[in-house]
């Protein structure tokens, strides 16, 4: 199942989850974040796209208002750092055993406050 999940520290967790398992093949899976109040803290609106199409979506309530930690970082295909989400903390590092042929991360400036 393509599962979103927002980790606050361990204090609080947000899932966004699509109703149906991702098909096998080749998928181009996009994940779009916003805030929905720009400040720090604030909550977040997430989508899930698969294939450009959306297949989830919700709100991440309260987000990190700085950083988070100096020792996690993104991890693509295996978990290095700490796990996520308690759905497979007993199975880490949870290396994939697929193939990710691309992944393109892109910030985009904030709306102009004008």
Do not use: W
């Amino acid at each position: 199942m393509l599962t979103y999940e927002y980790n606050l520290f361990l204090i609080q967790r947000t899932m966004i989850a699509a109703p149906e398992p991702l098909a096998a093949g080749a998928h181009e899976v996009t994940v779009r974040t916003a805030y929905v109040e720009p400040k720090p803290g604030g909550p977040l609106s997430v989508s899930l796209e698969v294939d450009g199409s959306e297949v989830a979506s919700g709100v991440v309530p309260v987000s990190a208002p700085l950083l988070f930690s100096a020792n996690d970082c993104l991890d693509i295909g295996r978990a290095y750092g700490g796990a996520v989400s308690r759905a497979y903390a007993d199975r880490m590092p949870f290396a994939f055993d697929g193939r990710i042929e691309r992944v393109h991360v892109a910030y985009a400036p904030p709306p102009d406050e004008t």
